[in-house]
């Protein structure tokens, strides 16, 4: 199995920054996509990055130049750099991955962290 450890959420004021992280750990063959994705109050969970193997990453619209995504491949780690935070960014960060476990070496499955809240205070 994988499991996926987030941490770094908190409580910030608007134009402040915060830095999530993600470890996969567990009897992992294969790590693809890494990501994240938010859910806010009242809201539907949201794509807000996702970034491959070979670094080339995809951003939601509503982030594109406030948050960086990034992986440590050597230690199946992504990160959420986030700048600029404004209040409508306040949600559940879900850490996701698409990984291959020994168990199951035939296909990807897809894994999720249990969240870590990110507050933006006006």
């Known amino acids: 199995q994988v499991q996926l450890v987030e941490s770094g959420g908190g409580l910030v004021q608007a134009g402040g920054s915060l830095r999530l992280s993600c470890a996969a750990s567990g009897s992992i063959f294969e790590i693809s996509v890494m990501g994240w994705y938010r859910q806010g109050p009242g809201k539907q969970r949201e794509l807000v990055a996702t970034?491959?193997?070979?670094?080339?990453?995809n951003y939601a619209d509503a982030v594109l130049g406030r948050f960086t995504i990034s992986r440590d491949n050597a230690k199946d780690t992504v990160y959420l750099q986030m700048n600029s935070l404004k209040p409508e960014d306040t949600a559940l960060y879900y850490c996701y991955s698409q990984a291959r476990p020994y168990s199951a070496l035939s296909g990807l499955y897809n894994y999720w962290g249990q969240g870590t809240q990110v507050t933006v205070s006006s």
């Open positions: 970034i491959s193997t070979g670094g080339n990453s």
